[in-house]
């Protein structure tokens, strides 16, 4: 149980190029989200938290018009990192909260996207 | 205050070793310590958790040693096998904060 998926897995494209992916649990409901990025041999970093139905809460530092995140549903949301350009060529991974009673338990990771701008 | 320290940075341990790593926290809200094990280009697998009313876990050959005094855990990993070389992050979060704070990670490497 606790699956969280992520889609594209990888993406490759050119500069200018804005690039959606989807982060879906599959079998549990997540009323949040979370967003990270991860640079090779480092730890994971925060970019946003997202509760379905609301506005994300972004980290200090991460530019809420360049990644924006929808969390339309229980089970689904989105990353578009808009005008990609290649600083922002990284392992994007969500995780998804499971709430137990009224508190948000474990996180589950989803597979990661890896995404490369030319 | 929110950091989470983690030692070492990397680790090669023989097959069958106990490999430990430790994670040290100043944080005193913090109330679930996660382990989170991690393959490369792959996302981060939950191992084990705890929290600090126990001072101690066991999953399988994984171990979580809690010291709440000290403000330090640990994970150990018992028969380690090759198949256990990944990287391995701790965590913690407190009750009311939905987010994890995360340690810099540990690689390790069991050699046969």
């Known amino acids: 149980g606790a699956v969280v998926s992520q889609h594209p897995s990888w993406v490759i494209c050119k500069s200018g190029t804005s690039v959606k992916i989807e982060c879906r649990s599959l079998?549990?409901?997540?009323?949040?989200m979370f967003w990270y990025r991860q640079f090779p041999k480092q730890s994971l970093m925060l970019m946003a938290t997202?509760?379905?139905?609301?506005?994300?809460?972004?980290e200090q530092g991460v530019e809420k018009d360049k990644f924006l995140i929808n969390h339309a549903s229980l089970t689904l949301s989105t990353l578009t990192v808009t005008s990609a350009h290649p600083e922002d060529s990284s392992f994007y991974i969500c995780?998804?909260?499971?709430?137990?009673?009224?508190?948000?338990?474990?996180?589950?990771f989803g597979p990661g996207t890896r995404l490369t701008l030319l | 205050q929110q950091q989470v320290k983690q030692s070492p940075q990397s680790l090669i341990v023989q097959k069958g070793g106990i490999p430990i790593i430790n994670c040290a926290y100043e944080?005193?809200?913090?109330?679930?310590f996660p382990w989170y094990q991690q393959f490369p280009g792959k996302g981060p697998a939950l191992l084990i958790a705890?929290?600090?009313?126990?001072s101690e876990k066991k999953e399988g050959r994984f171990t979580i040693s809690f010291n709440k005094s000290a403000k330090q855990f640990s994970l150990h990993i018992m028969d380690s096998q090759p198949g256990d070389s990944a990287t391995y992050f701790c965590?913690?979060?407190?009750?009311?904060?939905?987010?994890?704070?995360f340690g810099t990670g540990t690689r390790l490497t069991i050699i046969p």
């Open positions: 997202s509760n379905e139905g609301s506005k994300a809460t972004y």
């Open positions: 944080n005193t809200a913090f109330d679930y």
């Open positions: 995780s998804a909260g499971l709430a137990v009673g009224l508190l948000l338990d474990n996180q589950y």
């Open positions: 965590a913690a979060k407190n009750f009311g904060n939905e987010k994890l704070t």
């Open positions: 079998d549990f409901q997540a009323t949040t």
């Open positions: 705890i929290r600090p009313d126990v």
